[in-house]
């Protein structure tokens, strides 16, 4: 899952595809997820420690809820598709991403 959605991530901003880029997102959220479950069971089979699952699904349901909070507000401004032709960079209006800053460095 990891190497997919690193995959699908650069894809996604190649293509100027903020769907192939949020999959990709989604992608490295389930392997996160994966870890966590399996961190949590091989700390409760090794030692005992039943608490570590409710930890873990509470750490990852904030990094999720941290990922949907951003794409709702559109601060992966950069993942939007381009209009004008040639720009690797579809920046939207109010974009505050590096990727912005860079593309309105460059157009100066």
């Known amino acids: ?59 990852v349901a904030a990094v999720a809820v941290r990922e949907g909070r951003e794409a709702w507000k559109g601060e992966n401004c950069c993942a939007l598709p381009s209009v004008a032709g040639g720009q690797s960079c579809g920046c939207g209006p109010g974009c505050t991403d590096a990727c912005c800053a860079d593309q309105a460095s460059v157009e100066s």
């Open 1 to 59: 899952m990891p190497a997919l959605g690193i995959a699908k991530q650069r894809l996604g901003s190649r293509l100027g595809s903020g769907a192939t880029a949020g999959e990709g997102g989604q992608n490295l959220l389930c392997a996160y997820l994966a870890a966590a479950v399996l961190a949590a069971l091989v700390a409760n089979s090794l030692w005992g420690w039943w608490w570590v699952d409710p930890v873990a699904g509470l750490v």
